[in-house]
């Protein structure tokens, strides 16, 4: 496709509910990057996959979180018993080179309630 | 980590210049980038700087790196009510990642 896309762009959930997030990148782009904004702050970073693997989720705040890209192109990101605190806009990257100049989806904004 | 800051807010009058500053902790960093980010709007890549340059002009916009004291600064000139968004520094740590700062807000006044 033209750019990052991120399904879904809105999704609301209940405390203690698994949610699914997905994001289709650039075609071709090797690099993979989740990022996690909170109103008022930066992005946070999450995990970087180069290709199929996780390269550094250094990122990823506890167990409940979790994600995979099986196939070197679209990437999930699984959280499981959602807390509210957990709610934020989920962005995600790709990037040709893994150099930093990547290019941004619109995000998923979640809600825990 | 890298943590990387940045002041909140600024105000310019239109055609006047903008200059936001950002602060980083880690050295190793390679590339420092500007991100973009409108209202309702994804990140925006705006410029970057190579970690062994101190300055790169692309048209309105001038980076410039003090890389001894890890400052990091942004001007554009001629500011339009365009250029009215929340502006992100980011340095490239090793392992290829973003750390980005907390934003610089700038609102445009006509």
């Known amino acids: 496709g033209a750019g990052v896309s991120q399904t879904p762009s809105n999704k609301v959930t209940e405390k203690g509910k698994y949610v699914e997030l997905r994001c289709d990148p650039i075609?071709?782009?090797?690099?993979l990057y989740w990022y996690r904004q909170s109103l008022g702050q930066g992005p946070e970073f999450l995990i970087y996959?180069?290709?199929?693997?996780?390269?550094?989720d250094s990122g990823l705040p506890n167990d409940r979180f979790f994600a995979v890209r099986p196939e070197g192109s679209v990437s999930t990101l699984k959280i499981q018993r959602t807390e509210r605190g957990d709610s934020a806009v989920y962005l995600c990257?790709?990037?040709?080179?893994?150099?930093?100049?990547?290019?941004f989806g619109q995000g998923t904004r979640l809600t825990v309630v | 980590g890298e943590d990387v800051e940045q002041s909140l807010f600024l105000s310019v009058r239109e055609g006047d210049s903008s200059v936001i500053n950002c602060t980083y902790t880690?050295?190793?960093?390679?590339?420092l980038y500007w991100y973009k980010q409108e209202p309702g709007a994804g990140l925006q890549l705006l410029t970057y700087?190579?970690?062994?340059?101190d300055m790169k002009q692309d048209q309105r916009l001038t980076v410039l790196l003090n890389k001894k004291d890890k400052h990091l600064s942004l001007r554009i000139a001629d500011t339009q009510t365009g250029d009215s968004a929340i502006y992100f520094c980011?340095?490239?740590?090793?392992?290829?990642?973003?750390?980005f700062g907390g934003g610089t807000r700038v609102l445009v006044k006509p």
């Open positions: 880690d050295s190793s960093s390679t590339y």
């Open positions: 075609s071709g782009h090797t690099a």
């Open positions: 996959f180069q290709g199929t693997g996780a390269a550094d």
């Open positions: 980011a340095p490239l740590s090793a392992g290829n990642k973003l750390t």
């Open positions: 990257a790709s990037s040709s080179l893994g150099d930093g100049e990547a290019f």
């Open positions: 700087i190579f970690s062994n340059m």
